[in-house]
């Protein structure tokens, strides 16, 4: 039973060698010349202003987490595209009622406002 894992032990091997490979060849042949605008934050291509402790709006993470969610279920989508043809009509119609679900689900968030970013 154990050699059922054995690709996924030697795959995680390989990665976790070649990362750290990657971190020690970067740490050991990089140039290192730190400089006042090196060591600033980066933030979005624009110079860091103010306080770093400013309070987000409570719609900065509800956009966030609205966005992950229909993400997840946009992920399957794709298991259904690939055995499309197999379903034939039956699979064309929960995939319809299923997008219906979505869309109902998006319109129910637009009309609390929830993407409204003006509030």
């Not at 990362?19 to 971190?23: A, S």
């Not at 090196?38 to 956009?63: A, D, Q």
């Given at each position: 039973m154990l050699r059922v894992y054995i690709p996924i032990l030697i795959q995680?091997?390989?990665v976790v060698i070649l990362?750290?490979?990657?971190?020690a060849l970067s740490a050991l042949v990089g140039v290192k010349r730190p400089s006042r605008e090196?060591?600033?934050?980066?933030?979005?291509?624009?110079?860091?202003?103010?306080?770093?402790?400013?309070?987000?709006?409570?719609?900065?993470?509800?956009?966030g987490m609205l966005f992950i969610l229909?993400?997840?279920e946009a992920v399957f989508l794709y298991p259904w595209a690939v055995?499309?043809?197999?379903?034939?009509?039956?699979?064309?119609?929960e995939m319809f009622l299923y997008i219906v679900i979505?869309?109902?689900?998006?319109?129910?968030?637009w009309k609390k406002g929830a993407l409204d970013w003006s509030r």
């Open positions: 995680f091997l390989v990362g750290g490979g990657m971190l090196k060591l600033s934050p980066y933030e979005c291509g624009m110079p860091p202003v103010g306080n770093t402790r400013e309070r987000f709006s409570i719609s900065f993470y509800l956009i229909f993400d997840v055995v499309y043809k197999s379903l034939k009509w039956f699979g064309f119609a979505l869309l109902a689900g998006y319109i129910y968030i």
